[in-house]
Structure formats: structure tokens, C-alpha cells
């Protein structure tokens, strides 16, 4: 009879958790759609189906809207309309969204709720670890703040979870700390919950007239006009003290009970399980009185219904009652397949006590395997009760160890205020020091002032007369380029082309060998603007030092780029003796190249590195930009152009780049001397 009371517990803290989170649904605004989703997704007459899709909807709405306390509150209706659903999945996807809003938000009393649900999560898909560790945490939430409602609420789920696993003591004592709680509120329901959990708990370690006392009180509170009507808390003790005087053999005072359960209004339709408990329960009572005028009935009627909700435990008890019966009528065939049937569906959900039940009746039906069916019973036995005796070491240690954690956690916040504090304090002093040595600087400043005035003027004078200089000497180098390429390069122009008129009325061989030399002059003509030419890049002189143009380049680009520019330059290379022509090339390659990062690299720092290589120049430009797809960039004329220079030269340009990898240029230009 063990089963009987475990399924009777689990079903009730179900049914209770279903209530309370259909209360919750029931907070209703009807004017905008979430609301319409809201009820059309809490509506039972509708098909599963459509109620999911509504749910699927609400959630799609507030999961676009800002975090604040009404989104947290919708988002928990969610989570209660997946529950009711039994979307299990779904239900606990939510409760986790909750939660990060909650920490972000530093709402508490949100989280604590939401832990408590996962708590309800991990306890339908029994696993009572995570379900006493969640659980828990929520009720050092509740504790700090002193919401003792909630407090004496966690206090029953922890008695619920150790009285499934077997941990009796353990849950008279939290059941006792949560009617201590409980004195200072007016909450009819926990207190009826508290005392019905006792009951179960006095059944199991046989203390029966401590049982029926407590059931008796549960059954006055059932009573209660705060208590909801279709909460059926009357028809569950009613069943459970019917089932106490089934454990003591007192079969005929139990059918009393059981029938008053069923007498209930709408017990049927308000908590299907419970009615189908309670009908198995009675059939089960005849049965010991060998009454047989409603059997099999009500064994298949609980079975019916268990079997149309999925309460496999129940199912479970139900096809065993049922082997009994066909047992007791020599009726073996079915008594074999129904309890062989019990046995596979507990081992297939892993239902450890249940399969104990199947065991034990298979053992009298098939006597044939019986040392096989023995053996594994008191396998499974041992095995239970060895995680029994474990089990409560490791809520201990969750208790201990999520203790430890908060504590930890208040801690480093009072470290963290401390450390605010301090670096306030170091503020404000560096503040008031600050603002005595601006005004110390503000009077130095009035000092300093007419000086700087004066020595403005100076400086402006300065530049007036530098700006004129300059101005004289653009003209003058103006006037002297028009007059070489006047009296040099356009009269030259001038005689060749007049020469090579005669080509237009005559184009025989001797006057192409007359022309012939005119043409060669146009070589002459080349030379000598490639000299204006050379002449015009001034930096590049043979005595000039190279180094300090590129740094010219850099100064030019940092200016209106914010890129930062570094040169590692070999100290042991002359300028002196490189060639102009390789200078000019590898001061238009760097132009080049440096003025095309800053356009399209959005880099933050460029290194140019140049050095020997036996009888080469090599040059690295290298930036950390967003670099390129050198496929995509093989047509651009910048890089054709820097390629075209090095050939020129007799050198060579490779490129080394990746998007977002940054690129390096890589060039090595001949190193030659002048002669």
C-alpha cells in the first residue's frame, strides 16, 4: 500500500501546483491581442493544438517588448499556460528567459518565482536533485526578503521532495518549520496542505492515530470558504483516510470514505486523477471484503481515465489490482499479461518502486520464475534504499552549498561597495587637489598671458615674412620651369614637328631617312623633361635623407588620419648613394600605398620597416586594418601602379592579406649606387 500513498502525494502537489498557476491565469486584459492569446490559449474546451499556437503567439509578442515588471509577468503566464499543457520543454525554455530578465533586471522576488518553477519542472520529470536545489535557492530569496508566504511554500515542496525520497524525518521537520512559518499568515490552503502531508507522512511510519489526527485537521480546513472549490482538497483526504484504514484492515469502514470522496461535486471533471484514485481505491476494498458486484468495474474505469491523462504510476497500480483479481478468480492468463504488462510499462519509464509492485505480483502468478522475479526485487530494493541513504547526504550538501555561494556572493558585493566607496574617496580628494592646482595654473596663466601676446605678434610676423618667401621663390620656379619648357622643350617641339611635316607629302625612303634622326631627338626631348622632372621632386635629392622624408609622409597623413605611423628604418643603408630614380619610386610606392590605407584599411596603426637583403632593398608596409580580398582587388589601380613601379625598377611587390586579418605589402627594389 506504499504506492498507493506515494501516487496520492505526487498527484496532490500537482494538482495544488496547477491551481495556483491557473490563478494566475485568470489576471485578464481584454482590450489587446495578448490578452485575447492569454484566454483563448486558457480555454479547455479548445483543442491542444490550437491552445499551443495561441501560447506560441503571446510568447512571440512579449518576447519583442523591453524587460520590464509587466513583460516578466507575462512571460510567467506563458510558462503557466505550457505547464497546463504539460509542454514540459517549452515550460522550462520560459522559465529560463525569466530568469536571465531577472538578473539583468535584479529583480529577486521574480527570480525566486522562477527558480520555484524549475523546481516544479525538474519534479515532474523526477529528478529530485535539481528540483531540492532550485527549490532551495528560491528559498533563501524569499528568506532575505521576508516574504513568508512563499517561505512556508518552498518549506512544503522541500517536505514533498523528501518524502519521495523516503526521507520521512526529514519531512516531518520541514513540514513543522513551514507551519511555524505559517502562524503569522492567513493561508488556508498551505496549512491544509501541511496537515494533509503529515497524515501521509504518520500512514507511512505507521503512527495511525497521529495520521487520522491530522488528516482529521486537514479535513476541517478543506472546509474553508478561502479554500477553491474545485481544488478537491475534501475528496483527496477523504480517499487518504479511507487508505489509511485500508493499511490497518479495516476494510469496511474505508468504503464509507471512499464513497463520501466520490459523492463530491464535480470531483470528475475538476481532477480526473483524484476520482480515478479513489474508484481503484474502493474497488480495492471490496476486493479484500470479496465483495465482486462492481469488479472489475472500477479497476477498469481507474484505468480508463489513469490511462486518457498518462499518470503512468497510477496505471501502473491499476493493471496490478487488476492481475489480483483475475488471480483470485483463477483467471491466470489474465492475471500474467496484466501484471507483465505493469511490469514493463514501470521498467520502460523507469518507475523504480512500481516495478517493486509488479515484481511481487508477477512472483504469485508465475511461480515458474519466481527466484528469477525475487532476485531482482530485492536488487532494485537494495538499490533504492542505498540511494535513499544517499540522497539525503546530497540535499544536504546542496543546502550547505548554495548556502556557501550566497554567502560568498554577499561578500564580494560588500567588497564591491567598499571598493565604490574608497574610489569615491580617492575622487574626491584627486578633485580637490585638481581643482587648487587649476587655480594655481589659471593665475600663472594671467601671468603669461602678455607674454604670449607679444610673443604672437612676433610669430605671426615671422610668418608673414616666411609665407612672402615662399610665395617669391613658386614664382620664381614657375617662371624658370616655363622657361626651360618654353625656350627648351617647345622650341625643340616646334623644329621636330616642322621637320616631320614633310612625311605628310612625301613618305618615300629618302625622306624617311632624312626624318629619321629628327625623330631620334624626340628621345633628347624626353631626357630633358625628365630632368625638369627630377628636378621638381626636391626631397629626393642624392644628398637628402630619406628617412626624414618618409617621415614627412607620416607627419602629413597622422595629421588629418588619427592612424599612427612607426618607421624601423637599417641605419647602415646611404641614401647618399642610392640612385634618385629608386628613391623616387619607392617614395611614390609608399605614397602610394600608405595613402591607400588611409582611405580604405580603418586601421589604428601602420609599421614600415626598410632593410637589406643581399643586393636588394626590402620594404614592409603592414597595418592592423580591415584588410581585403585580394581576388576582388587584383583590377585596382593603386596596387597595378605600386606593381609597375617596382618592375620599373627591376624589383617586385607581393601582397600578403585576409578580410579582417589586416595586410602587408611586401616590395624589393634594387639596391643600387651612383656611379
Known amino acids: 500500500m506504499k504506492q498507493k500513498y506515494s501516487l496520492l502525494l505526487l498527484f496532490l502537489i500537482c494538482i495544488v501546483s496547477c491551481k495556483e498557476k491557473k490563478a494566475d491565469q485568470n489576471i485578464h486584459d481584454k482590450v489587446d491581442s495578448l490578452s485575447i492569446f492569454f484566454d483563448l490559449a486558457n480555454q479547455d474546451n479548445l483543442p491542444y493544438d490550437a491552445r499551443y499556437s495561441y501560447t506560441q503567439k503571446a510568447l512571440s509578442i512579449i518576447s519583442k517588448e523591453q524587460n520590464d515588471s509587466i513583460n516578466r509577468v507575462n512571460h510567467f503566464k506563458v510558462a503557466n499556460r505550457f505547464f497546463n499543457m504539460s509542454a514540459l520543454e517549452e515550460y522550462k525554455m520560459v522559465t529560463f528567459k525569466i530568469i536571465k530578465n531577472a538578473e539583468q533586471s535584479k529583480d529577486s522576488l521574480s527570480l525566486a518565482k522562477a527558480y520555484s518553477y524549475l523546481a516544479d519542472y525538474y519534479g515532474e520529470r523526477s529528478s529530485s536533485e535539481s528540483a531540492y536545489d ?49 502562524r503569522n499568515t492567513q493561508s488556508d490552503d498551505m496549512t491544509y496542505q501541511a496537515y494533509n502531508l503529515l497524515g501521509v507522512i504518520y500512514a507511512e511510519l505507521a503512527e495511525y492515530v497521529l495520521s487520522r489526527d491530522y488528516y482529521n485537521k486537514a479535513l476541517e480546513i478543506s472546509n474553508s470558504e478561502q479554500i477553491r472549490a474545485d481544488s478537491q482538497f475534501k475528496a483527496s483526504t477523504l480517499n487518504n483516510i479511507g487508505t489509511l484504514l485500508i493499511k490497518q484492515k479495516k476494510y469496511e469502514q474505508s468504503l ?93 519509464r523507469k518507475q523504480k518502486r512500481e516495478t517493486l509492485s509488479a515484481l511481487k505480483q508477477l512472483i504469485k502468478v508465475k511461480p515458474e520464475n519466481a527466484v528469477r522475479y525475487a ?10 534504499q542505498l540511494r535513499e541513504r544517499t540522497i539525503k547526504n546530497r540535499f544536504a550538501r546542496i543546502e550547505y552549498q548554495t548556502e556557501e555561494l550566497a554567502i560568498q556572493k554577499e561578500q564580494l558585493v560588500e567588497q564591491r561597495k567598499t571598493l565604490i566607496y574608497s574610489a569615491l574617496g580617492i575622487i574626491l580628494i584627486g578633485v580637490f587637489i585638481f581643482v587648487i592646482r587649476l587655480q594655481r595654473a589659471k593665475n600663472r596663466e594671467l601671468r603669461l598671458i602678455k607674454e604670449q601676446q607679444k610673443a604672437n605678434e612676433e610669430i605671426y610676423n615671422l610668418m608673414i615674412t616666411q ?13 624658370r620651369i616655363a622657361r626651360e619648357l618654353h625656350d627648351g622643350v617647345m622650341g625643340q617641339l616646334s623644329a621636330i614637328r616642322m621637320n616631320l611635316f614633310a612625311l605628310d607629302k612625301k613618305q618615300d625612303e629618302q625622306t624617311i631617312r632624312q ?69 623616387v619610386q619607392l617614395y611614390r610606392i609608399l605614397q602610394e600605398a600608405l595613402q591607400n590605407i588611409v582611405k580604405y584599411a580603418n586601421a589604428g596603426k601602420v609599421m614600415v620597416s626598410i632593410g637589406r637583403r643581399e643586393s636588394m632593398l626590402r620594404i614592409i608596409v603592414r597595418d592592423d586594418g580591415v584588410g581585403f580580398d585580394p581576388e576582388q582587388a587584383r583590377k585596382g589601380l593603386g596596387l597595378r601602379n605600386m606593381r609597375q613601379r617596382a618592375q620599373g625598377i627591376g624589383g617586385n611587390m607581393t601582397i600578403t592579406t585576409a578580410l579582417g586579418a589586416g595586410t602587408m605589402l611586401q616590395f624589393e627594389l634594387p639596391d643600387t649606387t651612383q656611379v
Open 134 to 182: 532550485y527549490n532551495f535557492k528560491a528559498f533563501l530569496i524569499y528568506s532575505k526578503k521576508k516574504d513568508m508566504a512563499n517561505v512556508a511554500k518552498t518549506l512544503l515542496n522541500k517536505a514533498v521532495l523528501l518524502h519521495n525520497e523516503r526521507d520521512f524525518l526529514g519531512c516531518e521537520r520541514a513540514v513543522f518549520q513551514a507551519l511555524k512559518t505559517l
Open 467 to 479: 609665407q612672402q618667401q615662399r610665395d617669391e621663390g613658386r614664382q620664381l620656379e614657375k617662371k
Open 256 to 348: 464509507t470514505y471512499f464513497s463520501k470522496a466520490l459523492a463530491e461535486k464535480d470531483l470528475y471533471i475538476d481532477a480526473p486523477s483524484i476520482y480515478a484514485m479513489v474508484q481503484d481505491n474502493l474497488g480495492y476494498a471490496e476486493f479484500k471484503l470479496k465483495k465482486f458486484k462492481h469488479l472489475p468495474l472500477l479497476f477498469d474505469n481507474s484505468l480508463k481515465i489513469r490511462d486518457s491523462i498518462q499518470n503512468v504510476p497510477g496505471i501502473i497500480g491499476s493493471k496490478i489490482h487488476l492481475s489480483e483479481y483475475h488471480s483470485s478468480k483463477n483467471e491466470m492468463d489474465s492475471a500474467r499479461v496484466l501484471a507483465q504488462q505493469a511490469y514493463d510499462l514501470a521498467v520502460d
Open 515 to 583: 626624318c629619321l634622326p629628327h625623330i631620334e631627338k624626340i628621345q633628347h626631348v624626353e631626357k630633358e623633361i625628365r630632368n625638369i622632372a627630377y628636378d621638381l621632386d626636391a626631397p629626393l635629392q642624392s644628398n637628402t635623407d630619406f628617412t626624414e622624408v618618409i617621415h614627412t609622409i607620416f607627419a602629413g597623413l597622422e595629421q588629418h588620419s588619427g592612424i599612427r605611423f612607426v618607421l624601423e628604418a637599417d641605419d647602415s643603408i646611404n641614401w647618399n648613394s642610392v640612385l634618385v630614380d629608386t628613391k
Open 375 to 384: 532476485e531482482e526485487y530485492y536488487t532494485i530494493s537494495d538499490t533504492l
